[in-house]
């Protein structure tokens, strides 16, 4: 099992786009650990940050798009995106998040990787903003599933190279850690929120960093440890198993779209001569 050229990845990213995702992984961070970094009633009340903060990501991802389709996103991989979205979408209710077992991430995973970190980012965003439209999901906490997965996606496809078992256990370790990181950086969203303030692990305005960082490890462990590890078992099952077989379709896929293969055209670009029985029909039908 061989790595693709570089020249077989889906969406090309062009060094403005690079810069662009650069400054939407900063706005993301900002986003998911706004309780360590926003002073206390800065925006009038505790609910506005992630109300305000979802809106700027929906915004950023938007930008994102538009600078990834200018930089280099073909018919061919625009019809790639749109079936594994469907597909993630259809597989996501599967699990419905029950014991925290997740159907969406490993096809996220292997995509990222043959397919390169922009077709990544771009199917974390699509598979689940698809997904909340079918199962009803539209809500606040969209945007920053959205921005997780979008991540998980594009790191896949920046993994170092591997090839054979080697490449199916570091995919797999890495769905692993990210099922992990995805459930710690979605519990942020709504941890300000979700507690009696006089809760020893409730996030208490104006508190050192140190101490809230504590208080929020606590929240996490307690309350999420059990979910993120049914996600990390999962996605590294279903990588370990069906990865080798995926990540060949996938791959033979890609080599029989070759995304960004150069057009060119013969005899530079002048209109081939007609056939020599073709002509001579021609010139029959004049003479009559």
């Not at 077989?245 to 209109?271: C, H, N, S, W």
Request: glycine fraction near 12%; charge should be positive; charged fraction near 10%.
């Amino acid at each position: 099992m061989t790595d693709l050229p570089r020249a077989a990845t889906a969406i090309r990213i062009t060094p403005r786009a690079g810069v662009v995702i650069a400054l939407a992984a900063f706005l993301g961070l900002v986003a998911f650990f706004w309780p360590f970094v926003v002073a206390p009633g800065k925006f009038g009340s505790n609910y506005a940050p992630p109300l305000i903060f979802g809106v700027l990501l929906v915004l950023v991802l938007c930008v994102v798009f538009s600078e990834i389709a200018e930089g280099g996103i073909n018919s061919k991989a625009l019809a790639m995106l749109g079936v594994l979205s469907a597909v993630n979408a259809a597989l996501r209710p599967l699990g419905a998040g029950t014991a925290g077992i997740e159907t969406v991430f490993f096809i996220l995973v292997l995509a990222g990787r043959v397919y390169g970190p922009g077709f990544g980012f771009a199917l974390g965003c699509t598979s689940l903003f698809a997904s909340a439209l079918i199962t009803g999901g539209v809500g606040p906490w969209m945007p920053y599933q959205m921005f997780g997965c979008a991540f998980v996606g594009m790191l896949a496809g920046m993994l170092p190279k591997a090839t054979g078992r080697r490449e199916v256990f570091l995919l797999a370790g890495y769905g692993s850690v990210s099922g992990y990181l995805f459930g710690f950086l979605l519990n942020l969203s709504f941890w300000p929120f979700s507690l009696d303030p006089n809760s020893s692990i409730a996030y208490l305005p104006g508190l050192p960093f140190t101490e809230q960082f504590q208080r929020y490890l606590a929240f996490d462990l307690a309350t999420s440890l059990g979910w993120d590890t049914g996600r990390a078992v999962t996605n590294f099952v279903c990588i370990t198993l069906a990865g080798p077989a995926v990540l060949t379709t996938f791959r033979r896929a890609a080599r029989r779209a070759r995304f960004q293969a150069p057009v060119r055209f013969r005899d530079g670009g002048r209109i081939p001569a007609p056939l020599p029985h073709v002509s001579a029909a021609t010139k029959g039908l004049e003479r009559n």
